[in-house]
């Protein structure tokens, strides 16, 4: 078993004689150490604090950082030759300077999951709630359009969460645009291929939409996030943190999520949504894909780079920390930018604003 430099007892912390005991069983080493960011990807590795055990005896790398306030737990699957390691964090929300083996147990209620059964279960009702409220609006029909808004925001929500946690972060917004893309082309016909509450606020407000089918819409895609979320979560048994990136500050990451849900909203509207276009061009679905590039890019490295309020509720379901403060910021920030996006549209184009096309439901149909 390899052992880090550096002695401490197992005794000093109350939860090391635990990890020994399935260091023994399970031919694990077990790494403790504080989340250095919001994101679990790049985490420097002075930010953590290691305790590999043995059957005979447990070390410890002293601390240099306590940046962070989620535990971070890390299994080593040592193999018997000892040439090479595999790395799985799981994130549970605990209290750094106060932690004990009950507090542990907690965290890893769902045996390992990264959430804890209360709060899936308390998310899985609000999905289920906000699905539910969808399908009265429509009052039972039509419901293949909220059938298409479900799955392509549950997929967009399981692929941004597969890869910020185990994606490479060179492609990993290439693999999230593709995934839009594809769903675009795949369910545009069906209901529009919006996978996202500002996309349809934007399209309601250029009066593309009814309002009945935006809030049944916007329903679905919330529903759908939550659940994305949780799933990729459960899957991968950690999350990661809604909020800002490196030291910027709230503002900062809201204007950045308010300029690229602007341009991703008036870039559907122009490509997909105008009378021009609308039906006539096959590229609006890569067009809108490469929006999600520039911004992913552009502001990933800022605010995260959600641009989706689905996008945002799925994350703060699976969150091991308190971020409904941030949720509240980047959706307002969503919305603001939607709006403008709207409004960008009519001033470009004012012959869409003509008395036949209002309150129309959009259709990306060929």
């Not at 021009?276 to 502001?299: E, K, L, M, N, P």
């Not at 969503?334 to 959009?362: G, K």
Request: charged letters at 10%; one cysteine or more.
């Amino acid at each position: 078993m390899k052992r880090l430099h550096g002695a401490t007892s197992c005794s000093a912390i109350s939860v090391r004689p635990l990890f020994c005991l399935l260091s023994v069983i399970t031919d694990h080493t077990f790494i403790i150490g504080t989340e250095a960011s919001s994101s679990l990807i790049g985490s420097p590795r002075e930010h953590w604090h290691d305790v590999t055990c043995d059957p005979n005896d447990c070390a410890t790398e002293p601390v240099t950082s306590q940046l962070g306030s989620a535990l971070l737990i890390q299994s080593h699957v040592i193999d018997s030759s000892a040439t090479h390691s595999k790395k799985q964090a799981v994130p549970v929300p605990l209290n750094q300077d106060n932690f004990g083996p009950e507090q542990l147990a907690l965290g890893l209620a769902a045996d390992g999951l990264g959430i804890s059964v209360v709060t899936l279960g308390v998310w899985h009702t609000a999905a289920l709630t906000l699905v539910g409220i969808a399908a009265m609006i429509y009052n039972g029909e039509n419901l293949h359009k909220l059938f298409a808004e479900f799955i392509g925001t549950f997929m967009l929500l399981v692929s941004f969460g597969f890869n910020v946690l185990s994606g490479d972060p060179t492609w990993g917004v290439i693999s999230i645009a593709c995934t839009l893309m594809v769903l675009v082309y795949a369910l545009g016909s069906v209901s529009g291929g919006h996978f996202n509450p500002a996309v349809s606020v934007a399209v309601g407000l250029a009066r593309k939409m009814t309002w009945k089918d935006v809030c049944a819409y916007v329903c679905t895609q919330c529903a759908a996030g939550i659940v994305g979320g949780l799933t990729y979560a459960v899957v991968l048994g950690r999350t990661f943190n809604l909020g800002p990136t490196g030291s910027h500050s709230w503002w900062e990451a809201g204007l950045a999520e308010f300029i690229y849900t602007c341009l991703l909203c008036f870039v559907v509207l122009n490509t997909a949504c105008s009378k021009r276009r609308s039906g006539t061009d096959q590229f609006f679905g890569v067009a809108i894909a490469f929006s999600i590039v520039a911004g992913g890019y552009g502001a990933g490295a800022i605010s995260g780079g959600c641009f989706n309020p689905a996008v945002v509720l799925g994350i703060m379901a699976s969150s091991s920390g308190n971020v409904f403060g941030w949720c509240i910021v980047y959706c307002a920030f969503q919305v603001w930018a939607a709006a403008l996006a709207a409004e960008l549209f009519s001033l470009c184009r004012p012959e869409e604003l003509s008395a036949e096309l209002e309150d129309q439901p959009v259709s990306w149909a060929s």
